[in-house]
């Protein structure tokens, strides 16, 4: 029943009103054309009138706008005007050329009364469509000849402009077909710019194509969003995210837009804190976003508008500033925005008539993307140009300043060889200084130690001599007594003997030669005993010094200790005890000579520390020798005053001594380490204070010939 009413008041009122809305021909060949200058127009602020109470309405207006541009409103507006066909055929088609309005209502009422409803826009699916495109059509059948009444009823949260053409079949597929000739051009030409930057950036591995390849993606998909093409072919189902899909993306490719100009022109470097500024704009777009998909959308969307001319302003002084002082990214930068930015002006300049509504004026912002992509991909170019002279001159530079090192270098050598040279032979003179130096302390410490012992030996080889020259009196007294006896019995004559022969014997009776001849074994064999001692000492002496040793030999290590210890007699007679606990070793490679003094010292260190005790204790000295693997220890222990551990981090430095000034050279063990040293022996000491110290002296039973020098 209500639509048989809704029928009778539509044509009564298009009866009553038949030649109130405006006429809207349809001709053969005329293409396309706008009709937005053509309608007449009612504003439903309160969204709530019906098709019957809005075509009672008196409040139509006529448009005087080729494209209508009715502003951000939360209102519902209608547009009223009639179409007249005069072309071949009946069916047409409505085309509303704006992709982003949500809701569309389109009324057709034909003259008997009958009426037709199609609803299309971003809200209404695709599968629900009667003519799917990626911008709302309305199919319009007119008879030839004959007029329908039009109703358009809009809804939109977002700037409503709403340029509407109208035209027959053919010139519709044109239409369509022209548009999507210009947008596929537009999309391969984003597709070859985005494949170009990622192969440059997948070749250099430059940070700022990767930045601009992903400018170019979120560029491309915002103006796929704008024309309607990403709802078209990617979510043609999701009715909220077609929606909204224009304001995320813008803000995206906003963000995307400010990181690319920071990082490729340097606006960290340049212009720090106008670089640190883009955070505040990030944070008010985020506010602003929040807002749209939340309660507020229209706040929302507006508030977003204008953060999005503030983005782009903010990019332009950036550039601007950071070009005049000469960085020629900045140039290329600001050349490449002002291109896109005069597609927005002229888009805008559009949408308020001050240019006329074709298709360059349409897509504007497209070719302005597409122009800012070739003089990006241009910068982007030049900066590897730039970076490749850069580098081949740096490279340049450096090589020329590796000659120059290498001359100064050269030079340097040649200069640092002459004195290596001269350097080296002072370091032979010093060295054979040194040598001759220490050869003369070793020998001085040696003539110390046996300074030390004249007085002992003096006495040694002083008793045996007077024992002799004591005696070689009497020996002369007696021989010349037997002497002269012998020559008075050789002078006896067969005739004379026997006369003389008893005189000679009273006499040889009272001269005492017998006893004479008796004394006179025992004068000699005194004789023999002194000579014999003195012979020892001077033995032990050589045997000591063995200063006609001049090369490695076996030695016995027993007989060296002996000698010293007969050197040492004088100082050891009823003075100190001696033990020796001679184990059997084998003979030994060294240097028999520094190896015995390395004994004297030791065991003279060994007396004095023995004798230095004040406690009535008897002196004592003990000698081990023992064969360990392929080496040989002596162990000489004393019962002396013992060492601190100061002392004993100190006893083999040259000249460190304990004793008083005048009585020891400090020389005496340096010389002793540095001969087990050189024999690749080690040397241990173990002391306590008040109990004596025990020196161990390892030294190998071979010497390598290679590694073996002289002491």
């Avoid at 005007?81 to 949500?102: C, D, Q, W, Y």
């Avoid at 302003?313 to 050349?335: P, W």
């Avoid at 030079?411 to 004195?419: A, H, S, W």
Wanted: negative net charge.
């Amino acid at each position: 029943m209500r639509s048989v009413v809704l029928s009778l008041l539509v044509l009564l009122c298009s009866l009553v009103q038949a030649s109130d809305p405006p006429v809207v021909t349809i001709r053969p060949g005329q293409g396309m054309i706008q009709v937005g200058d053509k309608v007449e127009v009612l504003t439903d602020h309160t969204r709530s009138l019906s098709l019957e109470e809005v075509i009672g309405s008196p409040d139509f207006r006529a448009s005087t706008s080729m494209v209508p541009n009715l502003g951000i409103s939360d209102a519902a507006h209608w547009f009223r005007f009639r179409v007249e066909n005069k072309a071949n055929g009946t069916m047409h088609g409505l085309v509303v050329g704006n992709s982003e309005i949500p809701t569309i209502d389109a009324w057709v009422i034909h003259g008997e009364g009958r009426m037709e409803h199609h609803k299309v826009g971003q809200a209404v699916t695709i599968g629900s469509l009667a003519e799917p495109d990626v911008e709302p059509i309305v199919p319009i059948n007119v008879d030839n000849g004959s007029q329908v009444l039009v109703y358009l009823r809009l809804e939109s949260d977002k700037q409503l402009v709403v340029p509407v053409s109208i035209g027959a079949a053919d010139d519709l597929r044109n239409y369509v077909a022209g548009r999507d000739l210009l947008i596929g051009c537009y999309i391969g030409f984003m597709v070859v710019l985005l494949l170009y930057n990622l192969f440059v950036f997948l070749s250099t591995r430059d940070r700022h194509y990767l930045i601009y390849v992903m400018y170019i993606l979120l560029v491309s998909i915002t103006q796929l969003v704008f024309m309607g093409y990403a709802k078209f072919r990617f979510w043609p189902e999701s009715t909220w995210f077609a929606e909204q899909a224009s304001v995320i993306f813008t803000v995206a490719t906003a963000v995307a837009a400010n990181e690319f100009m920071i990082a490729f022109i340097q606006a960290r470097k340049f212009e720090p804190r106008l670089a640190r500024g883009r955070a505040f704009i990030y944070a008010l777009m985020a506010i602003g976003l929040g807002a749209r998909l939340s309660q507020f959308p229209i706040e929302g969307y507006q508030l977003l508008q204008l953060l999005v001319m503030v983005s782009a302003g903010y990019q332009f002084i950036v550039a601007y500033r950071i070009a005049r002082k000469g960085v020629r990214t900045a140039k290329y930068f600001l050349v490449a925005w002002c291109m896109f930015l005069a597609g927005i002006v002229l888009f805008v300049l559009k949408d308020i008539e001050l240019l006329p509504y074709n298709d360059f004026t349409k897509y504007t912002m497209p070719i302005g993307t597409a122009f800012e992509g070739i003089m990006l991909s241009l910068a982007l170019a030049d900066r590897i140009n730039t970076l490749r002279r850069e580098k081949e001159r740096s490279q340049a530079e450096a090589l020329a300043s590796s000659l120059e090192n290498q001359r100064i270098v050269r030079e340097q050598n040649m200069l640092l060889e002459v004195k290596v040279a001269e350097r080296t032979h002072e370091l032979q003179e010093t060295n054979e200084h040194l040598k001759r130096t220490q050869t003369q302390l070793v020998n001085a410490e040696k003539m110390a130690s046996l300074g030390q012992l004249t007085a002992g030996i003096a006495h040694e080889i002083n008793n045996p001599i007077n024992f002799i020259t004591s005696n070689i009196q009497p020996l002369r007294r007696n021989i010349a007594e037997i002497v002269e006896v012998m020559q008075e019995y050789r002078t006896l004559t067969p005739d004379s003997a026997a006369a003389k022969l008893p005189e000679l014997q009273v006499r040889e009776r009272r001269m005492g030669i017998a006893d004479s001849i008796e004394e006179l074994q025992d004068i000699i064999g005194s004789i023999a005993e002194g000579s014999s001692r003195t012979a020892e000492i001077v033995r032990g002496l050589r045997n000591f010094s063995r200063l006609d040793e001049d090369d490695l030999k076996e030695s016995d290590l027993h007989d060296g200790i002996r000698n010293t210890l007969a050197l040492l007699a004088p100082h050891l007679r009823d003075k100190v005890q001696v033990r020796c606990d001679f184990q059997t070793l084998p003979l030994v490679e060294c240097f028999p000579g520094k190896v015995n003094q390395v004994f004297m010292n030791v065991l003279t260190n060994a007396i004095q520390a023995t004798m230095a005790r004040t406690d009535g204790a008897t002196p004592e000295v003990s000698i081990t020798t023992a064969a360990v693997d392929d080496q040989v220890r002596i162990s000489i222990r004393d019962n002396g005053i013992g060492m601190s551990d100061e002392v004993m981090a100190h006893m083999f430095d040259p000249f460190f001594t304990t004793k008083p000034v005048g009585e020891g050279t400090g020389l005496g063990l340096a010389i002793v380490y540095g001969i087990v040293q050189d024999h690749h022996g080690h040397i241990t000491v173990d002391s306590i204070v008040g109990q004596g110290t025990t020196f161990h002296i390892h030294l190998p039973s071979r010497q390598h010939q290679s590694q073996a020098r002289r002491a």
